[in-house]
């Protein structure tokens, strides 16, 4: 499933049930608080083929995320959880 949020200019999302239930779970995160990271203040980083962001979600829950940025522009979260103390120091620290 491809979700579409242009209300805040996010980028599209592709979902499927297998990373939906994983996220929801295991980490209990829902896939429209992995969305919101997007709208709000993140960091992001690349680490081998992933890429990685510290972000909040609207009602102020720090997740951390490890998701893929296709070529096309869809974002695919692989993983999402919440942030540990570590993350987020780095994350009040960088975040704009």
């Known amino acids: ?3 579409r ?3 805040h200019a996010l980028p599209e999302f592709e979902w499927d ?11 209990s995160v829902s896939v ?6 997007f709208a709000n203040p993140h960091t992001k980083r690349r680490h081998r ?3 990685l ?3 909040k979600t609207d009602d ?3 997740l951390f995320l490890v998701y893929e940025q296709k070529t096309n522009g869809v974002v695919r979260v692989y993983s999402a959880r919440e942030m ?3 993350e987020r120091r780095t994350y009040r620290r960088r975040a704009r």
């Open 1 to 3: 499933m491809v979700s």
């Open 5 to 7: 949020n242009r209300a």
């Open 17 to 27: 049930e297998n990373n939906e239930d994983k996220l929801l779970n295991i980490h």
């Open 32 to 37: 429209w608080e992995a969305e919101q990271c």
């Open 49 to 51: 083929d992933a890429l």
């Open 53 to 55: 962001m510290l972000g």
């Open 60 to 62: 102020d829950r720090m």
């Open 84 to 86: 540990t103390e570590k």
